[in-house]
């Protein structure tokens, strides 16, 4: 990429469905009415950073890689509405904590770093299934169990058919990094 200094980037962290997930996720957009979001952008946000300047990859790189919180299993067992957004999401009835862990490791990640993102609103862990959509009927479905454990670095462009995303970096949570990994760093 040829990039000058001025150049942005409009990004955010994710939690990064499998396949399987993902496609039993399209199911739930079944009996939905709205724009539905596409196999490849289902996601769960971690941290929205909005523009931020190209020439801060490397720090929001190094910030994924430093991820120390442990994988988990999210049990996505509901269906509801932001009726404010008209968006029908999936979710867990209760958040696992390891999900609030890595979300407090990221948050405090990027506020070390100097880098401002989207946290005035209560994190509220969810998977966007619609936009621009109606309240959705009340569905009965088996839980989905998601083993999430891949954390990635979005970039997310509008495009007229929708946004389209492009994933930077990415990295298991099943690979611990360690400080000894690092010039100078102890065991």
Do not use: C
Not at 53 to 78: M, T
């Amino acid at each position: 990429m040829n990039a000058t200094s001025s150049e942005t980037m409009r990004l955010f962290y994710a939690l990064w469905p499998d396949n399987p997930t993902r496609t039993t996720l399209m199911q739930l957009q079944a009996p939905l009415h709205g724009r539905m979001i596409p196999y490849e952008n289902l996601h769960l946000t971690l941290a929205f950073l909005g523009e931020q300047p190209v020439s801060r990859l490397p720090a929001l790189k190094e910030i994924l890689l430093r991820l120390n919180a442990a994988p988990g299993e999210l049990v996505l067992d509901r269906v509801s509405y932001f009726t404010r957004n008209r968006i029908v999401w999936a979710g867990a009835s209760e958040t696992p904590p390891f999900v609030l862990t890595l979300y407090r490791e990221l948050s405090e990640a990027l506020m070390n770093q100097g880098v401002a993102f989207n946290e005035q609103h209560a994190f509220k862990p969810h998977i966007t299934l619609a936009r621009d959509a109606s309240s959705p009927p009340d569905l009965a479905f088996a839980p989905i169990r998601w083993r999430a454990h891949k954390v990635a670095l979005v970039r997310s462009e509008n495009a007229p058919q929708g946004s389209r995303y492009e994933v930077l970096a990415s990295r298991s949570l099943d690979e611990k990094w360690v400080l000894k990994d690092l010039p100078g760093g102890g065991a």
